[in-house]
């Protein structure tokens, strides 16, 4: 319902499903439900714009930033570029799907930029691998 909930999880976290922890983990955004759904995960929910719009609004956000979700650009406008809540997911490639690594990059003017790299392929991760990280570093 609100940010002051999120604070009060226990740290650290076992999310263990039922728990707000594991929900906050494993619920994702999708345009299948105007509002609640189970998920296609198999645990925790998915949640429509309706909610979503509702917990912006009541905590006076501008954004909401939120990962844990493989999408293939590394980032995602899940509601519409209109719509303030982005998916950023950072592993590239993550278990062979294919897809761009995300990050984003908020300036000292408080503007958001989304950028995403290059699917990094096994050749450059056993490359990466083999690397004497002293000799890179130096």
Same mark, same amino acid.
């Given at each position: ?72 650009? @590394? ?22 799907? @294919? ?40």
């Amino acid at each position: 319902q609100n940010l002051n909930e999120i604070g009060e999880i226990q740290r650290p976290i076992c999310p263990v499903e039922g728990d707000p922890a594991f929900d906050l983990l494993w619920t994702d955004p999708s345009n299948q439900v105007e509002e609640y759904g189970p998920s296609p995960r198999g645990s925790s929910f998915i949640f429509g714009k309706k909610p979503a719009q509702e917990f912006i609004e009541r905590n006076h956000l501008k954004l909401i930033l939120r990962a844990h979700e493989m999408v293939p650009n @590394g980032f995602l406008y899940n509601f519409g570029e209109d719509f303030p809540l982005i998916t950023i997911f950072s592993a590239s490639n993550y278990s062979g799907e @294919g897809n761009s690594s995300g990050y984003a990059v908020l300036d000292e003017n408080g503007n958001l930029e989304l950028k995403n790299n290059d699917i990094i392929d096994k050749n450059t991760i056993d490359e990466f691998k083999s690397m004497n990280l002293n000799e890179y570093l130096q």
